[in-house]
């Protein structure tokens, strides 16, 4: 039955790509990173890796068959994630342990892929709305089967997709302001019933997986949208009523593991295992500043570096997994794909403020969601070694999308103005002078 079914989800996807819409490809792709069907949980008796080389594939072959349609616009995001891509090659040439490394290089060029097939294939704001209901639906799907285990089987090993509810909880906190954003602009009321009833499992997700980098961001990400949207006030009013309801009925469990978070670190094993970590990426990109230990070969010496060598962690940041495992070439590229995502968003969202003189349109509240998401991937992703994150990635490309999009309305707000100003001076009437004097010359004097 379950083979069958993911089979036909396959089948139907693909089939759909290739006939009518070779959106569904990357679409597919997208939801497929997200959902992983063919992990322990989640899973139509395949494994994920068929539905993802499938939709690469499929995606790929239509970009180089439909290349002059397709047209990639180069940009800096277009040359970074290049510059990405090449520093984890470059690591790994490098690295001691090639195993982990090629598996990275793999991670980073389906990540290169998916932005070119994004900027190839999203050609309008209507079709990056549809690119927005996929990521976040895709998440809404392992929030519902999260909160079915969780209140309905009384299932207590389901941590996400990944097995790991840090990693499931920060993708959540991405996908909610998407959600939310596309529920308030849609214009069909089923729309947006689907949409804000899918807060509601995502966010019980985050808060039951007890993932404290989690609560961190949605809180911060639920601030930022409220105080970007304070203009409705139906907002706040709701938002500090569900507050205050849910803050009254959290379990005892919840509220222990969120007031742990300022004593973790003296307390916590986790927390203090990341210290030890964080001083193991100190201590390699000190040692090899250039490439480091290797792309995925933080763990294979971490003995060697760490000021305690018995307590073996992950780095739990993005930030000193990248310093640790690509050196300094690798966290600048990175910290410029990350600086750079939350600059040109809030450079568009200006432009478009200016377009369209200060009104709230669509566009303006989807760019507030990117830069809500953005903000959720900042929070969690330092607790989280989630430099390699595709939902992180995704937003790039979105962001790179929404500079072309921008730029066209700019170019036909400049080319209207212009045309009313010719307009203007087309129907004004000309400069009047008096008729000579009968029997005067008509041309001036010169003595």
Known sequence: ?????????LLFTVLYALLKNPRWALFGMVACDNIRPGDEYIEFGMETVRFSITYYMVGLAIFLAGYRKYRLTSDRFHWAIL???LSVVNSALHAPCWGPAYTQIDNYFKMLLQYYLIAAFIRNEGQLRELNWTMGLSMVVVGIRYCYGKFLLGEHRFEGATGDRNEMAMAMVMAWPLLFMLGLTTKVMWKRVIAWASLVPLMLSIVFCLSRGGMLGLIAVVGYVLYRLHHKRWL???GICGGLIGLANLPSTVTARFMSIGSAAKKDASAIGRLNAWGAARAMVRDRPFWGVGSGNFLVYFRRYAPDPNDVHVAHSSFYQLMGEQGLPGLIVWLYLVLMTWTVASWC???????EKGKWSETRYMLVALKASWIGYVFCGAFLSQEDMDFFYHLVAITSRYTVFVREKELAYVAQRRALAA???????GPTHPAPAMGASQYPQWR
Do not use: D, N, S, Y
């Not at 969202?349 to 377009?355: D, G, L, S």
């Open 1 to 9: 039955m379950k083979t069958g079914l993911g089979w036909a989800i």
């Open 236 to 238: 706040w009013v709701v």
């Open 349 to 355: 969202e200006m432009r478009i403020i200016r377009i």
């Open 83 to 85: 510059f990405m891509f």
């Open 423 to 429: 307009g203007e001076r087309e129907t004004q009437p």
